[in-house]
């Protein structure tokens, strides 16, 4: 049948081939893969756990913000903001010659209200990433009558360039922060039922010492 078909009209067999052929490609047809113009989806994973950022404490609040301090001093931090509820630090890395990272590290103390005794620490962290690029250089020269041309030179400077900006969510760097912290907060007074109770041995009379015995009471 196709044969006689193909015989009697040509052109009509061609063209339903041609569209045949079409129409299973446009099938096979896998979908369009997104451009590097549509956005990229992403959803921060936050409001999970308050265990990376936070610690409660049983100290007062200026002792608290002091001990984060020198927690931050003590790995080479430079303090910006020290006060008695916030203290903020940044450090300076440069992992290879051409990559830097500024660590900047905000601790806020929150008092409980317990009688000044009680005190919540929320630790973070933002990483900021920077690149060296080369950046050409133009003079101007000035050209009487003319007024000032730039005329470009072959010279280049070396620039940091941020590119890219990120809060640190490791929570081995913020449990080894908070472990550091702990050792220059103040030890807690012992209260009276935690003083040591002295057990001293009871003296006996002046009469005893001497090997003489005790007058006994007069009986009523």
């Known amino acids: 049948m196709l044969t006689v078909l193909i015989r009697r009209f ?24 997104p451009g590097p113009e549509r956005a990229i989806a992403f959803t921060p994973n936050d409001f999970d756990s308050a265990d990376v950022h936070t610690r409660h404490l049983r100290a007062p609040q200026a002792q608290t913000c002091e001990a984060a301090r020198r927690a931050l001093l003590s790995q080479g931090y430079i303090v910006e ?31 409980e209200g317990q009688g000044d005794m009680g005190t919540s620490v929320f630790a973070s962290a933002i990483q ?47 449990g080894r922060f908070f472990d550091l912290f702990a050792k220059y907060l103040p030890a807690p007074a012992p209260g009276p039922s935690a003083a040591p109770v002295q057990v001293r041995p009871v003296e006996q009379p002046q009469a005893e010492r001497q090997g003489v015995a005790p007058l006994a009471d007069d009986a009523h």
């Open 81 to 111: 903001t020290a006060t008695k509820d916030e203290v903020k630090g940044r450090k300076y890395y440069q992992p290879t010659p051409d990559v830097h990272y500024e660590v900047q590290m905000r601790v806020v103390c929150a008092a």
């Open 128 to 174: 900021d990433r920077y690149v060296i690029k080369k950046v050409n250089n133009s003079a101007s020269v000035g050209v009487g009558g003319l007024g000032s041309l730039s005329l470009p030179l072959n010279s280049t400077d070396d620039t940091l360039v941020k590119v890219g900006s990120e809060t640190i969510t490791d929570a081995q760097f913020y």
């Open 10 to 33: 040509p052109a009509v067999a061609c063209a339903t081939a041609a569209l045949a052929l079409s129409v299973g490609g446009c099938a096979r047809m896998p979908e369009a893969l």
